[in-house]
């Protein structure tokens, strides 16, 4: 079992950044795939990123390559987003989420966090 926790989240002009963390209890963090999602209002839970557990290996959807991190700390049990050049439509619950393999399918993550709200005001 494991339980994810979210922090970081808030209200940020256009532009600006946010570092988005989720702390994980459990003693195998490293050997979870860690994924981060989001839910607009009224839209339905979209991948942002994940990162694998073993190598480390990282992939992005289309809208924030190039301007999201992932990152993870296996001694600290957490994983982290850098968010860069914050747009409004990056407006969301973000949740980040554990699993077996990293992937884009919200299916194959068994372990949610609670979500963090990061609103972007233009």
């Known amino acids: 079992q494991v339980q994810l926790v979210e922090s970081g989240g808030g209200l940020v002009q256009a532009g600006g950044s946010l570092r988005l963390s989720c702390a994980a209890s459990?003693?195998?963090?490293?050997?979870?795939?860690m994924g981060w999602f989001r839910q607009a209002p009224g839209k339905e839970r979209e991948f942002v990123a994940y990162?694998?557990?073993?190598?480390?290996?990282?992939a992005y959807s289309d809208s924030v390559k190039g301007r999201f991190t992932i990152s993870r700390d296996n001694a600290k049990n957490t994983v982290s987003l850098q968010m860069n050049s914050l747009k409004p439509e990056d407006t969301a619950v973000y949740y980040c989420?554990?699993?077996?393999?990293?992937?884009?399918?919200?299916?194959?993550?068994?372990?949610w966090g609670q979500g963090t709200q990061v609103t972007v005001s233009s």
């Open positions: 989420a554990a699993g077996w393999v990293g992937a884009r399918l919200q299916k194959e993550y068994h372990y």
């Open positions: 459990g003693r195998t963090f490293s050997t979870y795939a």
């Open positions: 990162i694998t557990g073993s190598s480390g290996s990282t």
